[in-house]
């Protein structure tokens, strides 16, 4: 069973400090990884997207990725109350369809 | 109009009823997906469609009927649902289904099966 794991959270951080969150994956043939921000209520909303190993950053947000073991991350620096949403981890593979990960909710306390 | 539009936002449905939820997306693209999204649970990718032919069923149940008669407009018709079915149903798009493709969602259709 193909499978794309998150800690469920919650994920409480102060404001301002940096926000962890984190993913594995089980099938190698993974090829990109998604990072999506869904607010309660709302759809999943694009934020960052990795397909090489080591780190891509934009803005705030940082993604890193190490193939060999499986792992996938998203740093939020800086965090801000308006952080505050669930973040969805998927995986594709090389033909098609995206694998998510059940989402870790982060709250970002003032 | 921006993006994929998704209606009705709210559905409430008997189990004998039979309805269509509707996704159009304003992106030019020519990849379309059906998920499921029920509490606590991964999205769960449910159909996907290329250039209006359907590429993936992910061993859904017949009451689920997918439709897509073109590039820009994507139907769910549902029929004889369960309890179990009550749930957000998320339409996306992507530019194709290579692997690369980042995939655009709608605002979903939360449904609730009486």
């Known amino acids: 069973q193909k499978e794309v794991e998150q800690n469920s959270g919650p994920l409480s951080v102060p404001e301002g400090a940096i926000a962890s969150l984190n993913c594995t994956y089980s099938d190698r043939g993974s090829q990109s990884f998604f990072w999506y921000r869904q607010y309660s209520g709302k759809s999943p909303e694009l934020i960052m997207f990795i397909y090489s190993n080591g780190d891509k950053e934009d803005g705030r947000f940082t993604a890193q990725l190490n193939k060999a073991s499986q792992y996938v991350s998203l740093l939020i620096r800086d965090s801000q109350p308006s952080d505050s949403a669930t973040y969805l981890c998927?995986?594709?593979?090389?033909?098609?369809?995206?694998?998510f990960g059940a989402g870790t909710r982060l709250t970002v306390k003032p | 109009e921006t993006g994929v539009t998704q209606t009705p936002r709210h559905l409430v449905m008997g189990m004998t009823n039979k309805k269509s939820l509707k996704c159009e997306q304003h992106l030019g693209h020519n990849a379309m997906y059906w998920y499921k999204q029920s509490a606590k649970k991964p999205l769960e990718l449910m159909f996907v469609y290329s250039l209006e032919e359907r590429v993936e069923n992910n061993s859904v149940p017949s009451r689920f009927s997918p439709e897509c008669p073109n590039s820009s407009h994507l139907f769910l018709h549902l029929h004889t649902l369960q309890p179990e079915d009550s749930a957000l149903y998320l339409c996306a798009s992507s530019p194709g289904t290579g692997g690369r493709q980042p995939q655009h969602f709608g605002d979903g259709t939360r449904l609730s099966i009486l």
């Open positions: 998927a995986a594709t593979e090389e033909v098609h369809g995206m694998r």
